[in-house]
């Protein structure tokens, strides 16, 4: 039997609008008016210059919380570099608000054919599971977005201590699903992180951006040579 493993964002799943625009939208029910490009700029170049979401050594039941502060670090850092004078009157409610608000439908939507895509390939005999970069809020949206029973495992780099292109997300997908390499097939739209990565675990990798449409992918994968479908019975 074949698997294929996903990257999230991206991949299956994109933001429903600019992080600019959802920052300026909370933060004006906060009592701070901002705007919404100046908030996406700063975002941009604070998390460029962040250190990874990544936390070597730390037991895997402290991940969330240390994720939520580093989100909360990277949140705070931007509104003081769009402008130190915005003071909130209360900044943990209006993080609390944020942060939640990206664990919904609410921020996320499906990108297209991929609900449709995700269910023939289960149809076909394909094995499913995800290797993300996401944080712990990924199992909540995946569930709100109605897809969350089509994958068998979900691995996230968080608990692992590591970030792509790191092979040991790959691998410890491949030991969850019990397959070897030549099995499975990744996913992904990040060619040095996502494709790399796979790689590197000795996978097989496919740029999502080389299908004109998602919907592509069950005929894409009957034509390579390695991983295929269980037989249905």
Known sequence: MGAVLFDATGTLIELREGVGDTYARVARRHGVELPAWRIDDAWKRVVARREPRCFPGAAASEVPRLEREWWRGVVRATFRATD?????????????????????????????????????????????????????????????????QLFEAVILT????????????????????????????????????????????????LDVRSLARFAELPAHLATLSGPRPQELR
């Open 84 to 148: 130190q004078t915005a003071v909130f009157p209360d900044f943990e409610a209006f993080f609390d608000e944020l942060y939640a608000g990206y664990a919904t439908a609410g921020a996320w939507r499906l990108r297209p054919d991929v609900a449709e895509t995700l269910a023939a390939l289960r149809a076909g005999g394909w094995r499913l599971a995800i290797v993300s970069d996401f944080d712990h809020r990924l199992t909540d949206v995946l569930e709100a977005l109605g897809i969350a």
């Open 158 to 205: 968080g608990p692992l201590g590591v970030t792509k292109p790191d092979p040991a997300p790959f691998r410890a997908a491949l030991e969850a699903l019990g397959l070897s390499p030549a099995e499975v097939i990744y996913v992904g739209d990040d060619p040095p992180r996502d494709l790399a990565g796979a790689r590197a675990a000795g996978l097989q990798a």
